[in-house]
């Protein structure tokens, strides 16, 4: 009787074995899987063949150089140089002096654009003013058009000879050559000012456009004025889009290319490395693509630095208002 019981309890107190469960993901799961893959695979193949393999070969190109033996009579041959091309090029000072440049034309350029962009945005989106359509318009056609045309139509405007605002300054007394070395700094900005205003202007109105008036009409009632609004209201709404046309506008400072390649034709005195950018196409014309890469891939560098350390700024700003 005893040994009966004792077996009864360990069949009672063993555990059932239960068959083992798949792992696998359910058939809907799938299927909802294969079908985002396959949506995705256009974007991706594009992505890979027209950004990540350029990059990825300029990258290699830039650990290579072309190496010549005896009187150089021989075809060349691709050596592994290593990152012995970027301490050639940081070491070149009309590349140093182009990446100075750009930079400081970025620390005064960006700054004022934006801030015209901004004020103009607030400007278009005051209830008194009126034409509105026309003036949005109006501000946004300097980006309609081609840079190239932009560009040219600036070199005839500061044209030695042609230009009417030197002869406008030559008629108050005053010498002004907008193509000499002082002025083609701020030349250079003004146009990229000019061209790119009203595209940072239309983001900022966007998002304007997108805070409820409820807001402006409480504090309307509790007499505030319509710069306390915008000051104390707008801004603050619209600091994520201030900081995306900030990021915008460090990478297309830093990409600099369009407006010194067409001013050159009316200022001979603009180096052929004024810029970064105007630098590796210079080695491309001198069949040295090895150095372009290197310099290509030094001022993306820059460009990730200064884009990505301003990201981090203004997040840490915010953390700690």
Known sequence: MTTATSRQATTA?????????????????RRRARTAALFLAPFLLLFAAMYAAPIGYTVYQSLFRMHRDGLGLTAPTQVFAGLSNYGTALADPAFRASLLRVLLIGIVQVPVMLGLALGLALLLDART????????????????LPGVVGA?????????????????????????????????????????????????????????QAIPT??????????????????RIKIPLVRPALVLTTVFSIIGTAQLYNEPAILRNV??????????????????????????????????????????GFLKLVQRRGAAL
């Not at 107190?13 to 799961?29: C, G, I, K, L, W």
């Not at 026309?134 to 501000?139: D, G, K, N, S």
């Open 129 to 144: 003013t009126l034409f509105k359509r026309f003036f949005r318009l109006a501000f946004f056609l300097p980006y309609a």
């Open 152 to 208: 040219i139509m600036w070199s005839y405007l500061v044209a030695p000879g042609l230009s009417p605002i030197t002869a406008a300054a030559h008629h108050l007394g005053l010498h002004l050559d907008l193509t000499s070395n002082a002025m083609l700094a701020p030349t250079i900005g003004n146009m990229l000012t000019w061209g790119w205003t009203g595209y940072n202007m239309l983001i900022i109105y966007s998002a304007l």
């Open 214 to 231: 409820e807001l402006s009409e409480a504090a309307t009632m509790d007499g505030c004025s319509a710069w306390g609004i915008a000051w």
């Open 13 to 29: 107190t063993r555990a059932p074995v239960r068959p083992t469960q798949s792992r696998r993901a359910p058939a809907h799961v």
């Open 267 to 308: 200022a001979p005195n603009l180096s052929s490395t004024y810029t970064p950018i105007y630098a590796a196409y210079d080695a491309v014309d001198a069949n040295n693509f090895n150095a372009a890469a290197t310099e290509s891939v030094i001022l993306a560098l820059l460009a990730f630095v200064l884009s990505f």
